[in-house]
């Protein structure tokens, strides 16, 4: 019923019940690495060279505590998503903040127009003229508010993050990472 070669153990043969003790016989044995060496455990009846290639088959099993753990769906429907999805969820259409801001009539340096940013420095460009489909670039920093060559006005603020804790993200997840 148990096919012994080498040390590797073939479970093709043994029910699913069986194979699962002897798997987590296998694992708790690997915690006691003075007393033996490793026991390669496969699902198909290979030859000892081939187990002995696989690093799936020589892994060491999480310890059984009896609970049962799922993924968070969230991660498993939207993987890298998930913060754009959260986002809309919650009635934000622009998460990233990319669309385009409507500018103030009379823009000065004391009432600039107001761009949200995660980072201290961002990129913008100004459309100066509403019928030429030339851009104006300029790099705004925050604190400091700069002006166009139109004459309009433009200051970087902070970003107000949106809770999204029902969804496993956190504040310190929608910070951009430090470089």
């Not at 020589?58 to 310890?63: A, E, H, K, Y």
């Not at 489909?133 to 004459?151: A, I």
Request: aromatic content about 8%; hydrophobic content about 30%.
């Amino acid at each position: 019923m148990l096919a012994l070669s080498g040390r590797c153990l073939s479970l093709s043969t043994l029910p699913r019940a069986n194979a699962l003790a002897i798997i987590r016989q296998a694992s708790s044995s690997q915690s006691n690495k003075n007393q033996q060496e490793p026991v390669a455990v496969s699902t198909s009846s290979s030859s000892v060279e081939d187990s002995s290639r696989s690093p799936m088959s020589q892994r060491s099993l999480p310890p059984d505590d009896g609970k049962v753990r799922f993924p968070n769906p969230w991660d498993v429907i939207l993987n890298k998503r998930r913060f754009e999805y959260a986002m809309k969820f919650k009635g934000y259409d622009d998460p990233f903040d990319m669309m385009p801001v409507k500018r103030i009539e009379n823009s000065t340096a004391e009432n600039p127009n107001l761009l949200p940013s995660c980072n201290d420095k961002r990129l913008m460009a100004c459309i100066c003229n509403e019928d030429v489909y030339h851009l104006k670039w300029m790099h705004l920093h925050r604190g400091e508010p700069k002006r166009c060559y139109c004459g309009h006005w433009f200051k970087l603020t902070e970003r107000q993050f949106v809770d999204l804790s029902d969804f496993g993200i956190t504040e310190e997840m929608q910070k951009p990472a430090a470089h």
